[in-house]
């Protein structure tokens, strides 16, 4: 069954630690990647996403992902996390089916709490 | 430039009562609409999704059930609550042609407590 993998339910860093939160799915045919965040309080905002063309996008806010096709995996990074970095990250995933056809499946999510 | 509005914010509804919840767009003509459930832990599970007005796509059987009466304007409903129902519920939109690309925009939810 097609799926999207957030293996980290909880991550928890100081300020200025790296960050890497992994995603991997499950879907042998054409995607496209997205990761959204939501701070607290707040509505799920895109934070980058993969069409095509280089693997590793840049985001808002210094986040980066590298798309790595032969591991099914799309995973988030940022080199030097701050306090307000502190959301919940999910990993989406668009599953193209042929023509307009697809469908965008999230991952459960990787919460994350940066101390100050 | 495109906007999506989602209310109520909040519902406390008792068990066995009707749910109405509306989600509307604006700035754009024949959005895909969806309606998703977003549980602790549990990520976005899709509820309905609609490619254009009428035509209603059930991902989850469920005691919901979803309506889009007009373009841009989407309803998730229930005759009768469970407390099962409870959770946040969020309403999005994408292109008719391009979600795969430009992603999903995503209202601000609503919070349903039935209890």
Same mark, same amino acid.
């Given at each position: 069954?097609?799926?999207?993998?957030?293996?980290?339910?909880?991550?928890?860093?100081?300020?200025?630690?790296?960050?890497?939160l992994g995603c991997n799915y499950s879907y042998g045919g054409t995607v496209n990647l997205f990761w959204y965040v939501q701070y607290p309080g707040q509505h799920l905002q895109l934070l980058l996403k993969y069409f095509s063309g280089d693997p590793l996008v840049k985001g808002i806010k210094g986040f980066e992902a590298e798309f790595i096709k032969?591991?099914?995996?799309?995973?988030l990074r940022k080199p030097s996390v701050q306090w307000s970095d502190t959301a919940e990250y999910f990993c989406a995933v668009y599953m193209n089916y042929g023509g307009s056809q697809g469908n965008l499946i999230f991952g459960k999510g990787t919460k994350l709490s940066v101390k100050p | 430039s495109q906007t999506i509005h989602q209310w109520p914010a909040t519902?406390? /509804?008792?068990? !066995?009562s009707p &749910?109405? @919840?509306?989600?509307?767009?604006? =700035?754009?003509?024949?959005?895909?609409?969806?309606?998703?459930? /977003?549980?602790? !832990?549990?990520? &976005?599970? @899709?509820?309905?999704?609609?490619? =254009?007005?009428?035509?209603?796509?059930?991902?989850?059987?469920q005691n919901l059930s979803a309506s889009r009466p007009q373009d841009r304007q989407f309803i998730l409903s229930s005759k009768k609550l469970l407390l099962s129902d409870s959770g946040f519920y969020l309403c999005a939109?994408?292109?008719?042609?391009?979600?795969?690309?430009?992603g999903y925009t995503f209202g601000s939810g609503t919070r349903l407590t039935v209890v």
């Open positions: 069954a097609q799926s999207v993998s957030q293996h980290n339910h909880h991550v928890i860093l100081s300020e200025a630690a790296s960050l890497e032969s591991k099914f995996s799309f995973n | 519902l406390v /509804q008792p068990v !066995g &749910l109405s @919840l509306e989600c509307t767009v604006e =700035g754009t003509s024949n959005p895909n609409l969806y309606w998703y459930r /977003q549980a602790a !832990g549990r990520g &976005l599970q @899709l509820l309905f999704y609609s490619v =254009g007005i009428g035509q209603i796509s059930s991902e989850v059987p939109w994408s292109p008719y042609t391009g979600g795969n690309v430009y």
